[in-house]
């Protein structure tokens, strides 16, 4: 028996870096048991070429990748989404669509490479470690035993997520 993948949307404010990376990485850690989208609440318009560049020496395909707006998530054509993840700062406090279906949301906030200032050097260590704090989230949350967490259970574990360090700021 075939099983529709679980929909999950990851939300920023740009949608041009994190929620991308994040997009990317589950499409791949997560096949074919998830299927991952991003948006964001203020779109740019425009995937920062930091993180095209990162995906691309990764070997993640970026032609498809587009830099969104969240509504695209929340209307009567939208996929049904099993699962809603804010990953910058100043989401938790942003007011949220009601998403149809009522998704399980967690909040999984680190520092926005996009802001960063400095070298060359510095800004790609900026992206270089938002890009390992995602992966490091998405691999535990592919992980979990989703069938046998009760619902209370399983939210507990979304939101422990959002709680891990960076392996080097340990």
């Not at 399980?104 to 900026?126: F, Q, S, Y």
């Not at 992980?143 to 939101?159: S, T, V, Y």
Request: net charge negative.
């Amino acid at each position: 028996m075939n099983q529709d993948p679980l929909n999950v949307l990851f939300l920023c404010t740009g949608n041009s870096a994190r929620s991308i990376m994040a997009e990317a990485i589950l499409n791949r850690l997560g096949r074919p048991k998830f299927r991952a989208f991003s948006a964001g609440s203020h779109p740019r318009g425009a995937i920062r070429p930091e993180a095209l560049d990162l995906l691309s020496r990764q070997n993640y395909i970026v032609d498809d990748l587009e830099s969104k707006d969240w509504e695209r998530f929340s209307g009567p054509d939208a996929p049904d989404l099993t699962f809603v993840f804010t990953l910058c700062d100043q989401a938790a406090s942003e007011s949220c669509p009601v998403w149809p279906g009522q998704p399980m949301t967690a909040h999984w906030g680190m520092p926005d490479p996009a802001i960063v200032e400095g070298t060359e050097a510095e800004i790609a260590l900026a992206y270089a470690d938002a890009y390992r704090m995602l992966h490091q989230r998405i691999d535990i949350f592919t992980n979990l035993p989703l069938a046998n967490l009760e619902p209370m259970a399983l939210q507990k574990r979304l939101d422990e997520i959002g709680t891990q360090k960076h392996p080097s700021a340990a």
